[in-house]
Nanobody, 123 residues
Framework: QVQLVESGGGLVQAGGSLRLSCAASGRTFSSYNMGWFRQAPGKERRFVAAISWSSGRTYTADSVKGRFTISRDNAKNTVYLQMNSLKPEDMAVYYC????????????????WGQGTQVTVSS
């Protein structure tokens, strides 16, 4: 069982930065692939980034590539999403999730989800 709690969301001006954190409980955190998704009002939940538990390899959506970076600290049971050069279209609720499978891009592949944190970008 893994419980996830996101933090770090807030209001930022376009071009600014935020770092989201996702703290996990459960002694098997390091065995899970971790992902970030986002969901804007009226839209489906979409993949943002993921990181493999075994290799540390990262996967990033084209829409955020070069601006967002995912990382993890297994010793702290925490995964991060560094978001730079934020745009109004990045505004959404951001969720972190944990997956025991190797399919990173689809929400249905993730067994555990946090409650989400709101990111608001003003233009």
């Amino acid at each position: 069982q893994v419980q996830l709690v996101e933090s770090g969301g807030g209001l930022v001006q376009a071009g600014g930065s935020l770092r989201l954190s996702c703290a996990a409980s459960g002694r098997t955190f390091s065995s899970y692939n971790m992902g970030w998704f986002r969901q804007a009002p009226g839209k489906e939940r979409r993949f943002v980034a993921a990181i493999s538990w075994s290799s540390g390899r990262t996967y990033t959506a084209d829409s955020v590539k070069g601006r967002f970076t995912i990382s993890r600290d297994n010793a702290k049971n925490t995964v991060y999403l560094q978001m730079n050069s934020l745009k109004p279209e990045d505004m959404a609720v951001y969720y972190c999730a944990a997956s025991g499978s190797g399919n990173y891009y689809y929400p249905r592949s993730y067994e555990y989800w946090g409650q989400g944190t709101q990111v608001t970008v003003s233009s």
